[in-house]
């Protein structure tokens, strides 16, 4: 697919503007059941996306995003927006060296108990487990089953060659992304939690907790994303407790382009496959 073509703002003769949404990056598919999503992109891939949309337009950064839609100015024709969610180890091992050759501003958004724990989501270990069982069934750990909390690293102890798809970045990566003038970090809850599923405290923990450990970490988090980001994935008590929280834009993953008049906390991205 050719991602440029959300590059038409100008075509339009509005100031439409694509914000793209991706999770990872590996050097080879080489699973039957494990990303059969395409949540990861293999690395070649990844580079030709980030090339054709660095000729065809103008990269801008969230914090450029929320500027102009406090100020009612539309942004540059052909603009867009390079984020990820989640906080894949994959990121910094191969994504953050194409993204710099071409100047790419990106918001990364963690859950800062993968980034603490090296956790995964639920459905990587029901992958995990799905891809083995045809090899040999002692393989899973039916611990990782039990309790989606265990460190990724313990259930896949022994299939090293898996962890690109489930390790997440240490506090040392993030902080040294944060430090450069191009990236950006974001929060994105504490556990990956549906934010509408829980009570008004439960929502204030997945809130208030990660933007705290952030902040311990000498980050200054104005950013946040909703995990899975679909309609039922955010409700206005939950945009309430971002803006006490400080958090000034909090894209969604619902499919589509936005204006700079688009509310910041309901924005559309484009989900790279
Ligand atoms: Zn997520």
Request: aromatic share 12%; with cysteine; hydrophobic share 35%.
């Amino acid at each position: 697919m050719d991602y440029t073509s959300y590059l038409d703002g100008d075509v339009l003769g509005c100031d439409s503007f694509p914000i793209f949404l991706f999770h990872g990056v590996i050097r080879k598919q080489k699973w039957n059941v494990r990303n059969r999503n395409r949540k990861h992109l293999e690395l070649d891939y990844f580079t030709s996306v980030i090339k054709s949309l660095y000729n065809a337009g103008n990269p801008v950064s969230m914090d450029e995003i929320v500027w102009h839609h406090n100020h009612n100015e539309p942004l540059p024709d052909k603009s867009f927006a390079v984020t990820f969610d989640d906080g894949y180890r994959n990121n910094f091992d191969y994504a953050v060296d194409v993204l710099e050759k071409f100047g790419i501003p990106t918001t990364f958004y963690v859950a800062t108990e993968f980034i603490a724990q090296n956790t995964s989501a639920y459905i990587d270990y029901v992958e995990y487990a799905y891809e083995v069982l045809d090899k040999d069934p002692e393989i899973i750990n039916r611990r990782a089953m039990k309790s989606p909390c265990i460190p990724t690293t313990d259930v896949l102890r022994g299939e090293i060659d898996g962890l690109e798809l489930t390790d997440k970045m240490t506090w040392e990566q993030v902080v040294q992304l944060s430090w450069t003038s191009l990236f950006t970090i974001g929060a994105h809850t504490h556990t990956h939690a549906i934010l509408p599923m829980l009570n008004k405290r439960e929502k204030e923990g997945e809130i208030f907790r990660p933007l705290w450990m952030l902040h311990q970490h000498g980050i200054v988090p104005k950013h946040f994303s909703y995990p899975e980001g679909k309609e039922d994935d955010f409700d206005d008590e939950t945009i309430s407790l971002l803006k006490s929280a400080g958090v000034v834009c909090c894209p969604t993953a619902i499919h589509g382009v936005n204006t700079h008049e688009t509310d910041l906390f309901r924005l559309k991205r484009i989900g790279v496959k």
